[in-house]
């Protein structure tokens, strides 16, 4: 399996390791399903927290609107990873949730969560845990961006998303989740216009290609360029046939 680009995200079968078929039972006879067409609301910011989601099927991004009204992309789910785990803290939602694809959710009531942990100490364990995860890597997150240049921070997510939604082609690594330069934009902190210019650089530099609204990486390159010394002056190894330099990538400076 693949590493998850966000490895914060609450998994449902992390929560659910080690539950009793009895209790998964029970689990189930609480959950209900719901369908979201594309670019449909699930939740917004502000609402109340009355239950706990968890994905089916399709892809739902979380975000967070500052208060000027722009959009911060905070994860994009795939199936089987829950959000909304925070119901049990916050009386209203933190973020909005929407559906980027047709998607089925499913639902389990505030109440029903509370009542399931406490008959069942493994969920509430497992729940607990996952949040000391989530919380750890989320504050290591913010230390690592407040370090690194908007070209960096995108390269890494690039690689991330090669990683978790990949399709291995002769070309290179097809990214299947279709996302535009402003939700790249979002997904790092900066603009659309910064992240249009360094995709056009980065496809000089070989490190990705594109067909036609997707993109297509070179994974080694790009993990390459994440972690050498300086990211700004990289020494990818392109090879004569590509016509590449040094300089060439000193332009992604």
């Known amino acids: 399996m693949a590493k998850s680009a966000w490895p ?11 539950i009793s078929q009895r209790d998964a039972q029970k689990i189930a006879s609480l959950c209900t399903e719901k369908w979201f067409p594309r670019r449909m609301r699930i939740f917004r910011e502000g ?7 968890i994905l089916k ?43 980027l694809e047709d998607s089925v959710v499913r639902v389990i009531s505030k109440e029903s969560f509370l009542e399931l942990v406490s008959v069942a100490p493994t969920l509430a364990l497992n ?5 000391s995860k989530r919380l750890a890597t ?27 939604y990949g399709e291995e082609i002769p070309a290179g690594t097809l990214i299947n989740v279709r996302l535009t330069h402003e939700d790249l934009a979002n997904l790092i902190g900066t603009s659309r216009e910064t992240v249009t210019t360094q995709l056009n650089k980065f496809t000089r530099a070989g490190l990705l290609q594109r067909q036609a609204r997707l993109l297509i990486v070179t994974k080694s390159r790009l993990s390459e360029f994440i972690h050498s010394e300086d990211p700004r002056l990289s020494n990818l190894p392109f090879s004569p046939a590509e016509g590449r330099s040094r300089n060439q990538m000193r332009q992604l400076a």
Do not use: N
């Open 47 to 53: 609402d109340t927290t009355d239950c706990l989601c």
């Open 8 to 18: 914060h995200i609450v998994s449902a079968l992390d929560l659910f390791q080690g």
């Open 57 to 99: 099927k399709g892809l739902v991004k979380l975000i967070s609107l500052s208060d000027k009204g722009r959009e911060t992309i905070l994860h994009i789910l795939k199936p089987d990873e829950m959000f909304g785990e925070l119901f049990l803290y916050e009386e209203k939602r933190p973020f909005t949730a929407i559906a």
């Open 127 to 131: 729940f607990i845990r996952l949040l």
């Open 138 to 164: 989320v504050e290591k997150g913010l230390a690592e961006s407040s370090h690194t240049w908007s070209y960096h921070r995108l390269a890494k997510v690039l690689l991330q998303l090669s990683e978790e």
